[in-house]
């Protein structure tokens, strides 16, 4: 157990709709950092947040939008979902900006039908 | 920014041989390197992390990896395997400095039959 903790594990929704996924970071953690793993383009970077602020962004798109809470859990925010949104979205956590050592959560597979 | 190239996509290999996952990474600025092991279903575990100092680094599991810089490559290494060991390996770096995301490679799946 990495003491990350991601919410729903599964979701299954329709082309078109909004969908919201949760991270609890492990305590003490200031950063956390969303990734995608599809099978067409494999593992990547999304968005980094450090203790409420945004610090960088990857290949996100436009139609996904994420936060970092006063609590410093964070959500990840997808809309207008089309079927190639579907993947295995990942939070990881680290205890700081400098990332020599991130904890990922069990991820949330994503199904849009 | 950076890159990471894990030449194999599969490695088949029997019980109690050893292996070699190769990783290769490219970038303009000094890293930090890593591999993390995923197990069916699960999310990413650390392995094994280079951040500076002596290059042989060893991990959980029985695993080590090497850092040569002339070559930029970070191989995955261990002298027996174990069935428990089947998983996929992903090869990853990060900046030490600036944006500190990781850079993932497209993964090697380690298959070990018995």
């Known amino acids: 157990d990495s003491g990350v903790t991601q919410t729903p594990k599964h979701l299954i929704t329709a082309t078109g709709q909004r969908v919201t996924l949760r991270c609890s970071p492990r305590?003490?953690?200031?950063?956390v950092y969303w990734y995608q793993q599809s099978l067409d383009q494999g593992l990547q970077f999304l968005i980094h947040?450090?203790?409420?602020?945004?610090?960088a962004k990857g290949n996100i798109l436009e139609r996904f939008s994420a936060q970092q809470f006063p609590d410093l859990h964070s959500e990840l925010n997808l809309s207008s979902l089309e079927l190639g949104d579907s993947a295995l979205y990942f939070c990881?956590?680290?205890?700081?900006?400098?990332?020599?050592?991130?904890?990922f959560g069990q991820g949330t597979r994503l199904t849009v039908v | 920014a950076q890159s990471v190239t894990q030449l194999d996509s599969q490695v088949p290999v029997f019980e109690e041989a050893p292996v070699e996952l190769r990783c290769n990474y490219s970038?303009?600025?000094?890293?930090?390197l890593f591999w993390y092991v995923q197990y069916p279903n699960q999310g990413l575990q650390l392995l094994l992390k280079y951040l500076s100092g002596s290059t042989l680094v060893k991990g959980i599991n029985g695993f080590e990896a090497e850092f040569n810089k002339s070559q930029t490559s970070f191989h995955l290494r261990k002298p027996s395997v174990h069935i428990s060991d089947t998983a996929e390996y992903f090869c990853?770096?990060?900046?030490?400095?600036?944006?500190?995301?990781?850079?993932f490679g497209t993964g090697t799946r380690l298959t070990v039959i018995p």
């Open positions: 305590s003490g953690d200031l950063s």
């Open positions: 990881a956590s680290s205890v700081d900006a400098g990332n020599t050592e991130a904890f």
């Open positions: 990853a770096v990060s900046a030490q400095t600036g944006a500190n995301n990781l850079f």
């Open positions: 970038s303009s600025v000094s890293v930090y």
């Open positions: 947040y450090y203790n409420g602020e945004e610090r």
